[in-house]
């Protein structure tokens, strides 16, 4: 190994300790070895993103993936460092659970609780209380819930339609509660709810999800063009360059897409 490589295998331990907050692994293997290399000295240090943001792309795809050391490691180290409150965290599970599964995020939820207990039992001191759940934010009049629900759909997807209310999967599941509350609630921001949504649905091959989801992220600006790229890269070190290839893909259309609209709406009479 040459001097150079030394000195940019030390910068990725330093950058590993800053991020995970606890010492990187000693043994040189080339999975350890690159993943210094690469993934910490270089991505996790790239200006495009912030080292929260990152946390939200990370996040869903460690719980994803089954990962049980990295997922532990991840939530301890959002937590640990603060980049992450206790309710974004909570929030980041729920919002997992509708676009990647219940299942896989019941687990991530008892991860969640045990590196918070874990935390606070290292600083000697015992977890705050729980926030309250009631009362929600958003209506509790079905009617009223389904009306927001449809603009919130609106709004979020920059679509000038909402699904129709005419079976349970659009009423009560898309309408009633994904945009009707889950959206809305004020535990976690847009920007950091379309970091999470994007990498949910590009690791699970959902055609019309991605696109829909990285065109909204893209239209409403709470993502730049810089920062989308930049997400398909973290991703890619997270869940694998296959699927990051698809996601690539998508977002250069997407980018066409948008950049297309702005220019059509730039040129339209006012």
């Known amino acids: 190994m040459t001097t150079v490589d030394i000195d940019r295998l030390e910068r990725g331990r330093r950058a590993f300790e800053d991020v995970m907050t606890f010492a990187a692994p000693e043994d040189s293997t080339p999975a350890t070895i690159n993943m210094l290399d690469f993934v910490f000295a270089e991505v996790w240090q790239r200006p495009m993103l912030s080292r929260r943001a990152r946390r939200f792309i990370t996040l869903p795809c460690v719980a994803a993936a089954d990962a049980e050391g990295p997922l532990r490691d991840h939530v301890y180290a959002a937590l640990h460092s603060e980049d992450v409150t206790i309710v974004e965290m909570q929030e980041t599970v729920l919002h997992f659970a509708v676009y990647a599964g219940w299942p896989k995020a019941s687990r991530f939820n008892m991860v969640v609780d045990e590196q918070w207990e874990r935390i606070h039992r290292e600083r000697g001191v015992a977890p705050p209380p729980a926030p309250a759940l009631l009362p929600l934010p958003t209506p509790s009049d079905p009617e009223a819930r389904l009306a927001v629900g449809e603009q919130s759909f609106k709004d979020i997807n920059c679509l000038p339609y909402a699904p129709l209310r005419d079976n349970p999967f659009q009423g009560a599941g898309i309408l009633n509660f994904v945009f009707g509350e889950m959206w809305l609630r004020p535990g976690l921001g847009m920007k950091e709810r379309r970091l999470v949504t994007v990498a949910c649905v590009a690791f699970q091959d959902a055609p019309y999800p991605i696109l829909s989801h990285v ?55 006012s």
């Open 215 to 269: 065109y909204a992220a893209l239209k409403s600006r709470d993502v730049s063009f810089d920062e989308m790229d930049e997400l398909a890269l973290h991703f890619a070190a997270y869940y694998g360059w296959p699927k990051a290839s698809h996601l690539n893909q998508v977002i250069g259309e997407q980018k066409l897409r948008v950049s297309q609209e702005w220019s059509a709406e730039a040129g339209a009479p």
